[in-house]
């Protein structure tokens, strides 16, 4: 009887298993917006480490559940080096991007000159498994600072004006721009600029804005709609050899979860972004110590897109 009774419990946690491998539910008020990836019906969205990023994220993710899209958030993971990998292995499945940024990480010769060439780029670049779906026309860009003194002092109104004084200097940003295509070596191999020294500091966060601001570095790597820049009177110098490139924001998202639905809603957000409204929004978070989800949630609701 015993062996009887362990073959019918076998047969019924079988049949148990067979159930939920079918998607059904011995649980009816089992909770359907925290599945990962294997949840088809759930986008994991996330973010860099900076303001900005987290910003476009919640937009991204506000709209989506406004149409009912179900949503987990993995905001401020950190840099490209490591998000790139959790879209890969399925952690994430969606993340705001920059078109000439990111077609450079997987392409270092890709041409990026013009919003146009950046994009298409992109799209020869992009890893199997992942898609990018339309540009907004806002774009931020890597831009290199320094303060109106230092400006003053040495005369300088573009990049290439460093080259005579580099040496003497300390130079500011995220502990990636050290290796980066577009940051410490690009500075070297398009203006013939080598700074004293590199100190790592923050995404282009409020850790650099104070290095520079309070002169522990003499120039540093700031995005060019970080409302600091006009709030504290830094200069952006001038890029005339078009290192940085075209720098659109763009939905970078795993292929199998870019449905009609999910790529209408992001295409309808990024559709009413110009550079100026991202500055703006940025600002309310920077400066005005806004959350971002609710920055995000007031500026959809301005848009009728929530």
Excluded at 71 to 99: C, F, H, M, W
């Amino acid at each position: 009887m015993r062996t009887r009774r362990l073959a019918v419990t076998l047969t019924a946690l079988v049949t148990l298993i067979g159930l939920s491998a079918c998607g059904g539910s011995s649980d009816p008020m089992a909770d359907s917006s925290g599945g990962g990836s294997a949840d088809s019906g759930n986008i994991i969205v996330g973010s860099a480490n900076f303001p900005e990023n987290q910003l476009l994220a919640e937009l991204y993710a506000g709209a989506l559940e406004a149409k009912g899209v179900s949503v987990t958030k993995q905001l401020n993971i950190s840099s490209r080096e490591t998000y790139l990998g959790a879209l890969k292995d399925g952690s994430i499945d969606l993340i705001p991007e920059y078109t000439g940024n990111l077609a450079r990480y997987y392409d270092p010769e890709a041409d990026v000159s013009s919003t146009e060439a950046a994009l298409a780029s992109l799209k020869r670049v992009v890893p199997d498994g992942l898609t990018v779906l339309e540009p907004a026309p806002a774009e931020d860009k890597d831009s290199v600072v320094v303060t109106q003194a230092t400006a003053e002092k040495y005369s300088l109104t573009s990049i290439g004006d460093l080259a005579s004084h580099a040496s003497q200097m300390i130079l500011g940003g995220p502990p990636e721009w050290k290796q980066r295509i577009d940051g410490v070596p690009g500075l070297k191999r398009v203006y013939g600029l080598e700074f004293a020294s590199f100190k790592p500091l923050d995404a282009a966060g409020a850790l650099t804005v104070q290095a520079l601001d309070n002169g522990q570095v003499d120039a540093a790597n700031l995005f060019s709609t970080n409302p600091e820049i006009a709030a504290k009177g830094f200069v952006v110098l001038d890029d005339p050899k078009g290192l940085f490139g075209s720098q659109n924001i763009i939905p970078l998202i795993n292929k199998d979860k870019a449905t009609a639905t999910v790529t209408e809603t992001l295409n309808a957000v990024d559709a009413t972004l110009d550079t100026k409204t991202l500055t703006d929004l940025v600002a309310k978070v920077v400066i005005d110590n806004q959350d971002a989800d609710a920055v995000a949630a007031e500026y959809l609701s301005s848009k009728s897109l929530k």
